[in-house]
């Protein structure tokens, strides 16, 4: 593992092993979820508008399913694999809803090594308070190593 300017940790795909795994906490702020929207022009009320949301089965509102899946993103494409890995595919399934002020736990784990190919197959799940919320897999392709200075 080799640690390049940016100060980002840069696995080798030698340097992995099945069992590795990464995490991050992020707590959904109000904000989050306004910016989210703005930028994905998702603006279904269920994410925006308190009154429309407490009529819904949910009784709030609740954060985008694909705001929660991008801090899964956010961990390949910065601590596991991490920079350089090339995200080619994702599953999800959202298993329950995450609301404004929840502490998510984002959590990747290497499932699969394809050594010819250089890629990846990783577990992803995201959990609130000990629930998961969200569970899929990845594949990442890795570029060749870095020659050592």
């Excluded at 980002?8 to 992020?26: N, T, W």
């Excluded at 190919?117 to 899929?136: M, P, T």
């Amino acid at each position: 593992m080799a640690t390049n300017d940016s100060s980002y940790q840069v696995h080798a795909f030698e340097d992995l092993a099945v069992g590795q795994s990464e995490s991050l906490m992020r707590t959904v702020m109000e904000r989050d979820v306004s910016l989210f929207a703005d930028l994905s022009g998702d603006a279904n009320p269920i994410h925006l508008c308190d009154r429309y949301a407490a009529s819904t089965k949910f009784g709030q509102r609740i954060a985008h399913g694909m705001l929660t899946a991008s801090l899964v993103s956010a961990l390949l494409g910065t601590r596991l694999p991490g920079p350089g890995a090339v995200y080619l595919s994702q599953t999800l399934t959202f298993l329950a809803p995450v609301k404004i002020g929840d502490v998510v736990t984002a959590r990747v784990e290497i499932a699969e090594l394809v050594v010819e190919r250089r890629r990846a197959r990783l577990f992803c799940e995201c959990v609130v308070d000990g629930k998961a919320v969200l569970e899929g897999e990845a594949w990442v392709a890795l570029p060749p190593a870095q020659p050592k200075a």
